[in-house]
């Protein structure tokens, strides 16, 4: 036991099923971070999320479930209607921000919505609470996991997470886009920088690395490479990734939220653009894969 | 005289995709159904395959597209965001439900959704999009096609009143009836279903369930049994089941079907679990069948 996390789902966009990419696995963002609590503590709720909740069933060992939401587009959704453990008498907490349009809440129960859903609403007898949580806080979930938050450059507000637990720190960043040179920024990012520009970007690249400092495990989106990069569509790339976790002091970086056009090849190559300089960094390297298991602490 | 006629799964998945190796040969991705006759294509659900079909089209401009959709739930609606003509504003799409225009742009909506992802409507994107609410029978792309309500489950029915529908499609002397999403038990609504798809050169049935004690009822879906009880009361040519339900994997499919080729009240029929990514000619299905 201790701390570990585990990776049900590393693929961006939308799941995949195809023969040439079951190397690093199909389905969309689903992490589990592993704690010897009395509740289970999930990251999104992607494609990934369906299969663990049917390891657990509707009567799984713990009753109570936390998850963390770093923002609501669909591939980091989709699963959670088909994650039996909702099925049971559980107690499940979603932690997620509140969009300028929306709460969590409200866009929780538009994913439910009986007309659309495959499963019959009856069915989920857990009970959901909903924890508003806004970028930049550090809190508790129980009496020892801390969390902590940053705001990511992506559509609407999206939230990284930090995860520290027995003396060890690690780091969530599904989905980021490069600040530079006024490139791009998501709406929410643009409302604070308050054209600030360069002010704003030095301060927010600092935040971030400020917020990886020393992190045990970093799993941070690469869905770009520098060739693909297409700024607007809210991604990073291997180079950037790597580029804070060196100025941060990170130990192991994850290159995370894989293109649903990257075969296996393509993934490994993503990691040999990078393992070079990391290792001059003394920083460790890899690619995530579905249902690989992380030790933290 | 071979018709052409050909039927591709690029998506034979319920619910959710089921990427990785155990679903890998009857396919893991949700549902999609695509017949073909030369040139002229009809898709039947926009589940996530759909990107894999839209693929073999991203090359090709100015093209006339039919999707019908057989219920409005997530997995048959969540692929079209990915669907690649739908970038380019030289393709027209024409979306098809017997739903009234405003409920099938309704339901879609939400994958177009800003809230839920990075677009910002469904008429936002750069195709012509159209919205086509079906009321009886019709000739699309040369096809003759026809629609029936299917049995979208009891416990469905109590809390979506949207009825889910069959598509038959026919062409020249060939017919086509897909039935995406139905539960096969003995009603009304079932024996209306097998008096429509009679005869049929090819039925595609759901199969979500490989055996009876592994049947969600009420969820609207079949056990295997149950469509190949149909399939013989159709008295179909030959009959693709698909529609498997996240849980069933490739080895439980060939388990239960080891079993049902031995069933003297299947052996008349020609039966086979679809595959994904894989092309099935019509008439071929056919002469084996009767071979």
């Not at chain 1, 509707?58 to 587009?73: A, D, V």
């Not at chain 1, 360069?198 to 770009?224: P, R, S, Y």
């Not at chain 2, 677009?119 to 019709?138: D, S, V, W, Y």
């Amino acid at each position: 036991m201790g701390f570990s996390v585990k990776l049900h789902g590393v693929r961006g966009s939308r799941p995949k099923q195809h023969k040439d990419l079951l190397g690093f696995g199909g389905n969309s963002t689903s992490i589990e971070f592993k704690v010897d609590e009395d509740f289970y503590l999930f990251l999104d709720g992607g494609s990934g999320l369906a299969a663990r909740g049917r390891e657990l069933t509707s009567i799984p060992p713990k009753s109570e479930f936390h998850f963390l939401i770093t923002h609501t587009h669909w591939d980091h959704l989709l699963g959670l209607p088909f994650f039996e453990p909702f099925f049971g008498n559980n107690k499940v907490v979603f932690h997620a921000a509140t969009t300028k349009k929306s709460s969590f809440e409200k866009l929780f129960a538009g994913l439910m919505d009986p007309a659309h859903l495959p499963v019959p609403i009856t069915e989920f007898k857990a009970q959901f609470a909903f924890n508003v949580v806004h970028p930049n806080v550090c809190y508790k979930i129980g009496e020892h996991v801390k969390i902590m938050t940053y705001q990511l450059n992506h559509q609407g507000i999206t939230l990284g997470y930090r995860v520290e637990y027995k003396g060890a720190a690690a780091v969530v960043i599904t989905d980021n886009a490069p600040i530079e040179k006024a490139n791009w920024m998501g709406e929410s990012m643009q409302q604070d920088a308050q054209g600030r520009g360069a002010e704003f970007e030095n301060e927010f690249n600092a935040g971030l690395v400020q917020f990886l400092a020393g992190a045990d495990l970093v799993i941070f989106d690469t869905h770009f490479t520098e060739a693909t990069l297409k700024p607007d569509w809210g991604h990073s790339t291997p180079p950037r990734a790597l580029a804070f976790c060196k100025q941060a002091g990170a130990k192991r970086l994850i290159l995370f939220h894989h293109a649903p056009e990257d075969m296996d090849p393509a993934v490994e190559a993503k990691v040999k653009s990078v393992i070079t300089d990391a290792k001059a960094a003394n920083i460790e390297v890899y690619a995530a894969q579905e249902g690989y298991e992380w030790k933290v602490a | 005289m071979e018709s052409g006629l050909k039927i591709r799964f690029w998506g034979t998945r319920l619910g959710v995709s089921t990427p990785g190796k155990a679903t890998l040969e009857h396919g893991g991705n949700t549902p999609c159904v695509q017949i073909l006759s030369g040139k002229k294509l009809i898709i039947i659900d926009a589940g996530f395959g759909i990107n894999a079909l839209g693929e073999t089209l991203a090359t090709h401009r100015g093209l006339d597209i039919h999707i019908f959709f057989s219920q409005f739930l997530l997995d048959r609606m969540q692929g079209l965001p990915f669907f690649l003509p739908i970038y380019f504003p030289e393709n027209t799409i024409h979306l098809y439900s017997p739903h009234k225009t405003d409920i099938l742009q309704k339901r879609l909506e939400i994958f177009f959704d800003h809230n839920y992802s990075p677009f910002e409507g469904l008429h936002k994107m750069p195709a012509n999009i159209h919205c086509h609410n079906l009321t009886r029978q019709a000739m699309i792309e040369g096809f003759k096609t026809d629609f029936i309500e299917v049995n979208h489950g009891a416990k469905m029915a109590q809390q979506n009143p949207l009825a889910g529908f069959a598509y038959k499609f026919t062409f020249g002397k060939d017919v086509i009836t897909v039935v995406a999403g139905h539960e096969a038990i003995d009603s009304d609504i079932n024996q209306r279903l097998i008096a429509f798809a009679r005869g049929s050169t090819v039925l595609v049935h759901d199969a979500a369930f490989p055996t009876k004690n592994l049947q969600f009822t009420g969820w609207g879906h079949s056990t295997i049994e149950q469509a190949l009880s149909n399939a013989a009361q159709i008295g179909a040519g030959h009959t693709l089941l698909t529609n498997y339900a996240p849980f069933v994997t490739d080895a439980e499919l060939h388990q239960v079907m080891r079993r049902l080729r031995q069933d003297p009240r299947f052996t008349g029929t020609g039966f086979a679990l679809a595959k994904e990514n894989t092309e099935y000619d019509v008439v071929p299905l056919i002469k084996r069948a009767a071979g």
